[in-house]
């Protein structure tokens, strides 16, 4: 069993900075895959970064490439989501999430794909 726990959100001006943290309670940190997702009032569940078990690689949204860095450090067991240059259409529930250990270097991009979810941490950006 896998437990994530977020923290790092608040409310920022269009342009600031916040960086999210994911602490996971689990063994083997580094056979999971690790995505962040977010989800906006009225929207489905969006996914916005992913990193593979090992570090080595990672994934980004369009909409935020080049914005957000994610990164991990498996000895810590945690994973983070550095977001800068944020803009109001960034206002979200955001939400980390381990993936299947069979796929550690797989970074999926759908929701369903990951099985263990944090509570999720509140981002809100003002113009």
């Known amino acids: 069993q896998v437990q994530l726990t977020e923290s790092g959100g608040g409310l920022v001006q269009a342009g600031g900075s916040l960086r999210l943290s994911c602490a996971a309670s689990v063994r083997t940190f580094d056979t999971y895959a690790m995505g962040w997702f977010r989800q906006a009032p009225g929207q489905e569940r969006e996914f916005v970064a992913g990193?593979?078990?090992?570090?080595?690689?990672?994934y980004y949204a369009d909409s935020v490439k080049g914005r957000f860095t994610i990164d991990r450090h498996n000895f810590k067991k945690t994973v983070w989501l550095q977001m800068d240059s944020l803009r109001p259409g960034d206002t979200a529930v955001y939400y980390c999430?381990?993936?299947?250990?069979?796929?550690?270097?797989?970074?999926?991009?759908?929701?369903?794909?990951?099985?263990?979810w944090g509570q999720g941490t509140q981002v809100t950006v003002s113009s």
């Open positions: 999430a381990a993936g299947n250990p069979q796929f550690a270097n797989v970074i999926y991009k759908v929701a369903d794909r990951y099985p263990y």
């Open positions: 990193i593979t078990g090992g570090g080595g690689s990672t």
